[in-house]
T-cell receptor, first 115, second 113 residues
Framework: AQSVAQPEDQVNVAEGNPLTVKCTYS??????LFWYVQYPNRGLQFLLKYITGDNLVKGSYGFEAEFNKSQTSFHLKKPSALVSDSALYFC?????????????FGKGTHLIIQP | NAGVTQTPKFRILKIGQSMTLQCTQDMNHNYMYWYRQDPGMGLKLIYY???????DKGEVPNGYNVSRSTTEDFPLRLELAAPSQTSVYFCASRSSASSYEQYFGPGTRLTVT
């Protein structure tokens, strides 16, 4: 079975500094990886995905993610953080072998950008 | 284009009561999903559907039922509510032609007391 780990419950970054939110995965076969963001009392919003191709994936709101097959990681990054980036971030992997391609999610990482 | 909509936004149930959480999407997506989100946890898949008339269980289906009579609607039924079903419920959909990203509704916050 596939799994996703987000090792940090919370990440604190000063506004204007680069940010990284970590994600590692375990899956048999080629991984399909996703990042979602959740603002308070809202649903999840899709940020970006990796299916195949370039290891650096660009997404919404200036976010990007780097796929590293040897380290089984898919870290979310942004060169310059904004206070409005403060939210809960989820990494997810496509379920293989069942669930009609449902997603397996990590526990989420709270990103706090300090002014 | 409203995307995925869910009603109600909030609900408090007493133990043993029943209710239906509504989910509607206007994107003509074939695939629809129900997840629950518990504090400090990721989302867990309850049920899914690959098209009208076709549903199947996900990771945590016990205590729930679904139906899919139209492409647009995918209601989730709770029978005999229990405190363990206190959670935030999200409906999601995706097109069979897309690269697997799902689009989520705003959620229903359910408390069972």
């Amino acid at each position: 079975a596939q799994s996703v780990a987000q090792p940090e419950d919370q990440v604190n970054v000063a506004e204007g500094n680069p940010l990284t939110v970590k994600c590692t995965y375990s899956v048999s076969g080629n991984p399909y990886l996703f990042w979602y963001v959740q603002y308070p009392n809202r649903g999840l919003q899709f940020l970006l995905k990796y299916i195949t191709g370039d290891n650096l994936v660009k997404g919404s709101y200036g976010f990007e993610a780097e796929f590293n097959k040897s380290q089984t990681s898919f870290h979310l990054k942004k060169p310059s953080a904004l206070v409005s980036d403060s939210a809960l971030y989820f990494c997810a992997v496509r379920d293989i072998g069942g669930g009609a391609d449902g997603l397996t999610f990590g526990k989420g990482t709270h990103l706090i950008i300090q002014p | 284009n409203a995307g995925v909509t869910q009603t109600p936004k909030f609900r408090i149930l007493k133990i043993g009561q029943s209710m239906t959480l509504q989910c509607t999407q206007d994107m003509n997506h074939n695939y629809m999903y129900w997840y629950r989100q518990d504090p400090g946890m990721g989302l867990k898949l309850i049920y899914y559907s690959v098209g009208a008339g076709i549903t199947d269980k996900g990771e945590v289906p016990n205590g729930y039922n679904v139906s899919r009579s139209t492409t647009e609607d995918f209601p989730l039924r709770l029978e005999l509510a229990a405190p363990s079903q206190t959670s935030v419920y999200f409906c999601a959909s995706r097109s069979s032609a897309s690269s697997y990203e799902q689009y989520f509704g705003p959620g229903t916050r359910l408390t069972v007391t």
